[in-house]
T-cell receptor, first 113, second 114 residues
Framework: AQSVSQHNHHVILSEAASLELGCNYS??????LFWYVQYPGQHLQLLLK??????LVKGIKGFEAEFIKSKFSFNLRKPSVQWSDTAEYFC???????????FGKGTKLSVIP | DSGVTQTPKHLITATGQRVTLRCSPR?????VYWYQQSLDQGLQFLIQ???????AKGNILERFSAQQFPDLHSELNLSSLELGDSALYFC?????????????FGNGTRLTVT
């Protein structure tokens, strides 16, 4: 993938609501996709990754993402969010043939108790 | 804990000054990446080193430079600082030899230029 875009800048949800954060990538050969999370005041942590195989990827803390090739999308989902999910979420993909990760602008998720 | 160590945690300095940010990668990781995170630009890749050699360059200004030492720690040098350089600077490392290895990030250095 050459570029990654996240269209939601800030999402506000109540606890127990379902979450879906959008991520679109531009085609660039082999597709490897990542979701990272940054909790307030902390470093980025890997949530999940897709390389090949089953397009539905399960990550940590109940998150999952679905790779839809026809839509160039890799949306992040969680059936029921908790207050502790309040964080910023970044979609990322490496440039073709490199380790350099390109990140989306990020989506801030605020979960209201 | 990601295993990537960055120092200092916070840095406050004046315009025109020069600072050095330090990063120790996870044990066994040969690659070190530097990223700048600011409110307006998001996460921007600056530069990557692999086993002491520069591997890739991103949006790094000419006033900025980096190096990776034989013990694999890395330093990012920022000179002639401007107000706009205020940001969070992250270092990350990854395992060698695999494009699919995820990045492991340090806690970052928050630079404030006054």
């Amino acid at each position: 993938a050459q570029s990654v875009s996240q269209h939601n800048h800030h999402v506000i949800l109540s606890e127990a609501a379902s979450l879906e954060l959008g991520c679109n990538y531009s085609y660039g050969g082999t597709v490897n996709l990542f979701w990272y999370v940054q909790y307030p005041g902390q470093h980025l942590q890997l949530l999940l990754k897709y390389f090949s195989g089953d397009p539905l990827v399960k990550g940590i803390k109940g998150f999952e993402a679905e790779f839809i090739k026809s839509k160039f999308s890799f949306n992040l989902r969680k059936p029921s969010v908790q207050w502790s999910d309040t964080a910023e979420y970044f979609c990322a993909a490496p440039r073709a043939g490199s380790y350099q990760l390109t990140f989306g602008k990020g989506t801030k998720l605020s979960v209201i108790p | 804990d990601s295993g990537v160590t960055q120092t200092p945690k916070h840095l406050i300095t004046a315009t025109g000054q020069r600072v050095t940010l330090r990063c120790s990668p996870r044990s066994g990781d040969l690659s070190v990446y530097w990223y700048q995170q600011s409110l307006d630009q998001g996460l921007q890749f600056l530069i990557q080193y692999y086993n002491g050699e520069e591997r890739a360059k991103g949006n790094i200004l000419e006033r900025f430079s980096a190096q990776q030492f034989p013990d694999l720690h890395s330093e990012l040098n920022l000179s002639s600082l401007e107000l706009g350089d205020s940001a969070l600077y992250f270092c990350a490392s990854s395992a060698p030899g695999d494009y699919n290895s995820p990045l492991h990030f340090g806690n970052g250095t928050r630079l404030t230029v006054t």
